[in-house]
């Protein structure tokens, strides 16, 4: 019998569009949801990378546009801070993003927005880097700063994730075993 971790890894090699979509269940909406809320942000989204290919898409979203984002949304692996995390693992935020060479504005023109601070953090399943969860603050008149709390939370969000999603997978090859 394989391992648990073996189990997790080769689901992540393999997972397709529906199989992630059954991760974004109630529970993770509502962790998510509550996380993106408590700390101030307008929305947040959860970014995810299928095996070899060289974007990221957004499979959950807590905004008001969400059914413009979710499962519509790419982002180039070359090019936004979502991506930057993506490749280091490693989290970051900026509150003054027009100053930022490394913030894409694909998003802010699709839904003609304008992204004014961000924060993100990698998702790792299986010991590799999956995703990337964000949160943004939208409206330029929001007193709302993300601080290094806010980061710290976001990695408690993918910390979170990653365990219950981990729970989710290993069920789900049990039933099917």
């Known amino acids: 019998m394989k391992r648990y971790t073996d189990r997790v890894a080769d689901w992540v090699a393999q997972a397709s569009q529906s199989d992630v979509k059954e991760l974004m269940g109630p529970t993770t909406k509502f962790v998510s949801s509550n996380f993106f809320e408590k700390m101030g942000a307008c929305e947040g989204s959860l970014w995810w990378r299928y095996s070899e290919t060289e974007f990221l898409e957004v499979c959950y979203n807590s905004g008001p546009n969400s059914e413009r984002i979710v499962w519509q949304i790419r982002q180039p692996l070359s090019d936004g801070i979502v991506s930057l995390v993506f490749h280091t693992g490693e989290p970051a935020y900026s509150n003054q ?46 007193a709302k700063r993300f601080e290094y709390a806010d980061l710290e939370m976001t990695q408690h969000l993918s910390e979170i994730l990653r365990s219950l999603w981990e729970r989710q997978i290993i069920v789900a090859s049990e039933i099917t075993l």
Do not use: C, F, W, Y
């Open 97 to 142: 993003l027009s100053d930022n060479p490394d913030h894409s504005k694909q998003i802010d023109q699709k839904l003609s927005q304008q992204t004014i601070r961000m924060l993100a953090s990698p998702l790792v399943l299986g010991g590799e880097i999956v995703g990337v969860a964000s949160a943004v603050v939208l409206d330029s008149s929001s």
